[in-house]
């Protein structure tokens, strides 16, 4: 009877599992489907889930998978900057990233969650809003020096108190953006997603009881820890190091080193940046916060990749950054493209690990947002913003060639602008959106991906760009004698003249101007004299590659 109660229970748990991967993936439903932002209802720059009372993360939806590795940190803020302060109906606001966030842009919205007057969980929303003011239109200026000229920065504040909206607030917000109704449409729909976290564990508490719902999350957490230290332990043990560059940070060309040392010994996971760069002036920092979640990524790509994602996974994992380097950055640091960061970040753990688990690891990738933001006036005067970032090649595997025209790794599911939604929406024509076949990928037994091309038309006479692209100098590495991959750039095209760039500085543009984002290809894996000769002819057949370039490399 004993055996059949705890059988019972286990199913009961499953359940209340399933439910609560529901609930985050309606929450995710109503963001995107009520926020004003093409950003967020069409790329998906945006994550949200459930958290217990501690802040651990229990359900989470897809979204960009670097924020949902900070859910843990900004909710710990709350809960210690309002120890004792913290009531039914309270809704908090955060967007500090020296705090647990990422960049002055992604949002947070917190919900803590009551039942009999007992803190259970929080629901948490965190969303791209498009404007926060600061020096540029977009909040993203790619040559800013420090975190007070990208925009507004709330240090975990109560948006509702008890139930009361705090108009101040409010009021603070839409005389500091440039698109107030747009930013607080965003706001409006990151409310509506974290009510519905309350409503549905609520109904959960309802049917199962509170202790029950307590004990899901227990056992949510337990398992995935379980299971993550079994594949911990089964993977290769020792320490292994990777280096690479940081290409510029918007303020000057010079290349900043960075590193990492991954020790696996039995169930535990290390990761160590020392002898990373030090704090830079440009925005590509990214701080602690953003950094963790970056690794988070990783490992969970490692052990289970398929799983739904929460804390247990990560109770294996320990981080060392020192303080004051480009990847724990302090006050005052801008770190408005921190992206670019946490992208190197999560790739150093890839290359670190690569030579020894290339079951599980491809080669390198294009790896940059390659993010650009255009902004300026319609013809009717009204003002827009356009945040896009692009799609890159990755690195082959051992099993495959690298997948072409997809996200950067830390950016999860996202996607970039459809072309109809871009031209309805932008004044923008576009000219040409294909493979980037002219810069190739890295030749291998299996190949890489190939990233893009992408070129419109600017249609308006007030108009600017903001750009920031990585890997511009580095190429993606390759494996096994497997060729390197090829960068990316950004060129804007003006009559005859042709400025050609990564990390641009804000540029004016008019109506005939053209813009042409190009990315780079992965790294290639194994010696290119080894790929079939049916793969060749494949890719010659799509005009994947010339046929002189198929006999200099192949051949």
Not at 471 to 483: A, C, N, Q, V
Not at 516 to 545: C, F, H, M, W
Request: aromatic content about 6%.
């Amino acid at each position: 009877m004993e055996n059949e109660l705890t059988r019972l229970d286990t199913i009961t748990l499953e359940i209340i599992r399933g439910k609560l991967i529901a609930v985050a993936d309606e929450m995710g439903l109503v963001l995107a489907r009520s926020s004003m932002s093409p950003v967020i209802y069409e790329v998906l720059d945006f994550a949200c889930g459930v958290c217990d009372a501690k802040g651990q993360l229990i359900a989470q939806t897809n979204g960009i998978t670097v924020f949902t590795g900070t859910f843990e940190t900004q909710i710990r803020t709350v809960l210690a900057k309002f120890r004792g302060n913290i009531s039914h109906g309270d809704i908090f606001l955060m967007n500090n990233p020296f705090e647990g966030g990422t960049h002055l842009c992604d949002v947070c919205i917190m919900r803590p969650i009551f039942h009999s007057g007992e803190l259970v969980a929080f629901g948490i929303a965190l969303a791209h809003w498009s404007e926060v003011g600061g020096k540029t239109a977009g909040s993203l200026p790619p040559d800013a020096t420090e975190i007070f000229q990208e925009g507004m920065r709330f240090p975990a504040i109560k948006l509702y108190d008890r139930g009361v909206r705090q108009e101040a607030v409010i009021d603070i917000i839409s005389a500091n953006c440039r698109l107030p109704d747009m930013s607080l449409g965003d706001l409006n729909a990151q409310l509506a997603s974290v009510k519905i976290a309350a409503m549905r564990l609520s109904e959960i508490i309802e049917k199962y009881g509170l202790d029950t719902l307590l004990a899901s999350f227990d056992h949510i957490l337990d398992a995935s820890e379980a299971l993550s230290r079994v594949a911990i332990a089964a993977m290769p043990q020792g320490r292994f190091t990777a280096e690479d560059w940081i290409d510029g940070d918007g303020i000057v060309e010079e290349r900043f080193p960075v590193c990492v040392a991954v020790t696996i010994e039995g169930d535990r996971i290390s990761v160590d940046f020392t002898g990373s760069a030090g704090q830079v002036q440009g925005p590509v920092n990214c701080g602690i916060g953003a950094t963790i979640s970056a690794v988070k990524t990783i490992l969970k790509a490692l052990v289970d990749p398929k799983a739904p994602s929460n804390d247990g996974w990560f109770r294996p994992l320990s981080v060392v950054c020192p303080p004051r380097t480009v990847f724990n950055a302090e006050l005052p640091a801008a770190l408005g493209w921190y992206y670019e960061g946490t992208g190197h970040v999560s790739e150093l753990v890839w290359k670190a690990l690569a030579p020894v688990m290339q079951d599980r690891v491809s080669a390198g990738s294009a790896n940059s947002l390659c993010v650009t933001v255009l902004a300026g006036a319609q013809a009717s005067g009204e003002r827009f913003v356009l945040v896009e970032p692009g799609m890159v090649g990755w690195g082959a595997t051992n099993e495959r060639d690298g997948a072409s025209v997809v996200s950067a790794i830390t950016n999860g599911d996202t996607f970039n602008y459809s072309i109809e939604l871009l031209e309805a929406k932008f004044p923008l024509r576009l000219h040409q959106y294909g493979l980037n076949i002219a810069d190739g990928a890295g030749a291998g037994r299996k190949r890489g991906g190939y990233g893009a091309v992408r070129e419109y038309e600017v249609l308006a006479d007030d108009a600017s760009l903001s750009a920031s692209f990585g890997r511009s100098i580095e190429k993606p590495w390759g494996l096994e004698d497997g060729m390197p991959g090829s960068c990316n750039r950004v060129e804007i095209i003006r009559g005859g003249e042709i400025i050609k760039g990564a990390r641009l500085p804000t540029i004016s543009l008019k109506a005939g101007d053209r813009v042409k984002l190009v990315t780079g290809g992965g790294g290639g894996v194994g010696n290119p004299r080894e790929r079939s000769v049916a793969a060749v002819a494949d890719d010659v057949r799509n005009q994947y590659i010339t046929p002189a370039r198929a006999k200099a490399e192949y051949a």
